[in-house]
């Protein structure tokens, strides 16, 4: 006993999700991963170069309290200090524009999610399927005739 197989269920799930791949869905999802790889490789970069402008830091103060424990008078003093101060000043400066322009980065970022949630939005995963192409009559074979 032979029974015959529907594939139509198959190919209506088939077609349907191949529609569900295809939808902005799924180009938001892509779009907002390379948005995120992005926005982490910035703020990698970001971290590196205020964790070498610490260690710079570190550093300076290490020097500053050398030449302060080697100095004998105001003068050399006071040039020790003016050294580290500038600095100082000049990595607070680095550090405040680095985290501006981070901080800038991050707010575009912020207006393309907003922008992908709308296009998202748009998208209803629920709604029904493309209709899947009339399935073709399955072929029977004829059983064969005797000729007599």
């Known amino acids: 006993m032979t029974g015959k197989k529907d594939f139509t269920g198959f190919a209506e799930q088939q077609i349907a999700s191949n529609s569900l791949f295809n939808k902005p869905l799924f180009e938001s999802f892509e779009r907002a991963c390379r948005m995120q790889t992005s926005r982490l490789d910035r703020l990698e970069t970001v ?9 710079n830091g570190c550093e300076a103060m290490e ?11 105001p003068s050399a003093m006071f040039k020790a200090q003016q050294e580290w101060f500038s ?14 322009s981070a901080g800038t980065l991050m707010m575009q970022d912020l207006s393309s999610i907003n922008e992908l949630r709308a296009s998202s939005e748009r998208f209803d995963p629920m709604a029904a399927p493309e209709a899947a192409p009339a399935a073709a009559e399955p072929i ?5 005739v005797k000729v007599a």
């Open 63 to 73: 020097r500053f309290a050398s030449q302060m424990r080697d100095a004998h008078d």
């Open 87 to 100: 600095g100082a000043v000049q990595r607070i400066f680095a550090d405040v524009a680095a985290w501006q």
């Open 47 to 55: 971290l590196t170069e205020a964790l070498q402008r610490r260690r």
């Open 140 to 144: 029977v074979p004829r059983r064969p």
